[in-house]
């Protein structure tokens, strides 16, 4: 079995670490985290979801009212 650890050091940066996409679970974090980036750009694009605009108010007057 492969002992792979999730994170390992950047070589760009001195105290930066990065998922290890030779780990099981650090390959499921990225391809996750791309997954949800991607789900959440669709979501945007489309305005759909918790992006969705609010309905403007209707005013409308009791039905038991005459004008």
């Not at 780990?23 to 969705?52: C, D, H, K, Q, Y």
């Amino acid at each position: 079995m492969n002992e792979e650890p999730v994170f390992k050091k950047s070589r760009w940066g001195t105290n930066r670490y990065v998922y290890n996409p030779r780990s099981p679970a650090g390959l499921f974090l990225i391809v996750a985290g791309s997954v949800g980036v991607l789900v959440m750009v669709l979501l945007m694009e489309n305005r759909a979801g918790s992006f969705a605009p609010t309905p403007s108010p209707t005013r409308s007057t009791p039905a038991h009212q005459e004008p």
